[in-house]
């Protein structure tokens, strides 16, 4: 049985990364796709509060998820290589999300792009992969 890779994509630079990383190194590997969509994003203004809002938004996103999805799945076949897709997309805080994902899903490592921020950007919004890296049942490989 190939290597189950989790390479956590948010349509950044980094994650396109971290997936040319994963065609290239993994051959014969499944790739899992996994998009988290933060309700946090929904937003709080007045038009968040309607009902129709949240569902809306959320159909939007998973939408944008699939194309992603299809976006990477393109790239990733130009690259050549022998590569299995699957696409997830779950709902949560995107560090728990994906350390859970890797916990039920038998993932074997998890590839994830850094968006490199330092200094008092980084300790404002935090890193969402150094806080995957330390909690992560299994080994992380971060892509810059």
């Known amino acids: 049985m190939g ?4 390479v956590p994509v948010d349509g950044s630079e980094q994650a396109h990364e971290a997936c040319a990383f994963v065609t290239q190194e993994f051959s014969g590997a499944e790739m899992v796709l996994l998009h988290v969509i933060n309700p946090a994003e929904a937003g709080y ?18 939408s944008q998820a699939q194309d ?18 699957t696409r997830a997309i779950e709902v949560g805080k995107p ?3 994906v350390v859970e994902y890797a916990e039920e899903n038998e993932v074997d490592q998890v590839v994830m792009g850094s968006h490199g921020r330092s200094g ?8 969402v992969a ?12 971060v892509v810059r």
């Open 95 to 97: 560090v728990r999300t």
């Open 68 to 85: 992603l999805f299809d976006e990477i799945e393109v790239e990733a076949k130009a690259e050549g290589e022998d590569l299995s897709v």
């Open 45 to 62: 203004s007045a038009q968040a509060s309607l009902p129709s809002f949240s569902e809306e938004w959320y159909e939007q996103a998973k």
């Open 3 to 6: 290597k189950r890779v989790l």
């Open 130 to 141: 150094e806080a995957v890296v330390r909690r992560s049942p299994v080994p992380v490989t």
């Open 120 to 127: 008092v950007t980084r300790i404002l919004l935090g890193s």
